[in-house]
């Protein structure tokens, strides 16, 4: 084998031990709680910054096939939060200050604050009704969290993709709905 493909394995079975080992951890309960917040909400709205967006730009995405009314705070097309919706705004130290300021501005304005973050302590938890704790470490470097190989907080970012994944399966499940009749939310300008 030569000492790439070396490295390139070692790596990829690096990143499915670190999730493998995360992914457990998350509580159940706040999964749940959060899907109920979810399904009962007029609109969801998202709001981190740099790769977390990312990942919360693709639940978006997801929810929307889901027949979800979904949005990212920031979108040119963003409507207006209101109390009978909810914000997720994620952030891993719960102290990055476009979220938490957001957070604080949808909780004025009477909308269900949801953090997903490791730090139970965070800022944030100001103004938030609830918590998805993802256990991983962080720019603040608690000892209680998951420690991670990986560059800055990519566990997190990663996590944060996969639990909007995996929330979206468990929705389709529990609704019973059927994965073909989904296409028909998918974007067709392709």
Known sequence: MD????MYDESTLLVLR????TLPHLDAAQIKSLIEKILCSRKVFVVGVGRVMLSLQAFVKRLAHLGIDAHYVGEITEPAITGEDLLIAASGSGESIFPKDIAKKAKYLGATVIHIGSNTQSSIK???DGMVRIPVRTKLGLPEEIASEQPMSSLFEQSVMLLGDIIAL???????LDMSSLWTYHANLE
């Open 3 to 6: 000492s790439f493909q070396k």
């Open 18 to 21: 670190e999730l493998e080992t």
């Open 126 to 128: 100001e103004y938030s």
């Open 170 to 176: 468990i929705i389709i499940r529990s609704r019973g």
